[in-house]
């Protein structure tokens, strides 16, 4: 807990076994709710979480990582969450920043806080491809000129909010896939949310998750599509639930009332 707000770790997972109790094992005592979504997983992803003491809910099928997501807030906020830290399990971004992002939000001055890999200049020396730091940056700089903001980096995965921007934002409008987390940085935009950056170290291995080449051009297209959109919407040129304040929000549960599921 941190002034007073409850705090909540949610760990979209797939496949993580090898790499999830490294990843506990540096979240801080500040952290009142551990959650772990296993998106149905093909090792023992699920039981290992339960093992560790992980509030754990698994998906019947493999849905995407925006719809575990999706099911990750909804269940932090179901269990009381004040602030949401997105930390993924396989170990790519220290846990050991959760506090100072928590603390970002729970000051009051950020809605939502990425950490950015960028920041700092250490994202090629943790061993990012040299093709996904040169379009990251190129990204970067065209959705800063359409969105109207200046970030260092849309595309991490370490994220930290607020409840009250989790509850607003229409997420569940959203892409099922990895696209989700770009579309979420875009209605925070929308929607007049603060956003703040914090300096991260980054590590590639073999066991961190990382999208291929394939997927990382249709990521790419997905960014750019989300920018126009985006622009498209707020000129007036066509209406998108994703950037409405009446489209679908996390405000049900999805298997917090289902005990053989956690």
Do not use: W
Request: a neutral charge.
């Amino acid at each position: 807990m941190i002034n007073g707000k409850k705090v909540a770790v949610v760990m979209p997972a797939y496949n993580a076994e090898k790499t999830l109790e490294m990843t506990v094992r540096e979240l801080s005592d500040v952290v009142d709710i551990r959650i772990l979504v296993d998106d149905s997983s093909r090792d023992q992803t699920a039981q290992l979480s339960r093992d560790l003491g992980i509030t754990t809910f698994v998906h019947e099928q493999n849905y995407g990582y925006g719809r575990n997501q999706q099911t990750c807030y909804r269940e932090a906020l179901a269990a009381g969450a004040d602030i949401v830290v997105m930390v993924h399990p396989d170990y790519q971004y220290t846990p050991l920043l959760v506090p100072a992002m928590a603390g970002m939000i729970a000051s009051g001055v950020y809605d939502m806080v990425l950490a950015s890999r960028i920041l700092g200049g250490g994202a090629l020396r943790g061993g990012m491809p040299v093709y996904k730091y040169i379009s990251n940056r190129l990204l970067t700089a065209f959705q800063n000129v359409f969105l109207g903001v200046k970030l260092s980096e849309y595309h991490t995965g370490f994220r930290a909010f607020s409840r009250q921007l989790l509850e607003a934002l229409p997420i569940l409008e959203n892409s099922d896939d990895f696209v989700f987390d770009n579309q979420m940085v875009a209605q925070a935009v929308m929607f007049g949310f603060k956003i703040g950056e914090i300096s991260c170290p980054t590590k590639y291995f073999e066991e961190a998750s990382s999208i291929n080449l394939k997927r990382s051009i249709e990521y790419g297209l997905g960014v750019v599509g989300t920018t126009l959109s985006f622009v498209a919407h707020k000129l007036g040129i066509i209406h998108l639930p994703r950037f409405d304040a009446k489209g679908r929000k996390v405000t049900q549960q999805l298997y917090s009332q289902a005990p053989n599921h956690s």
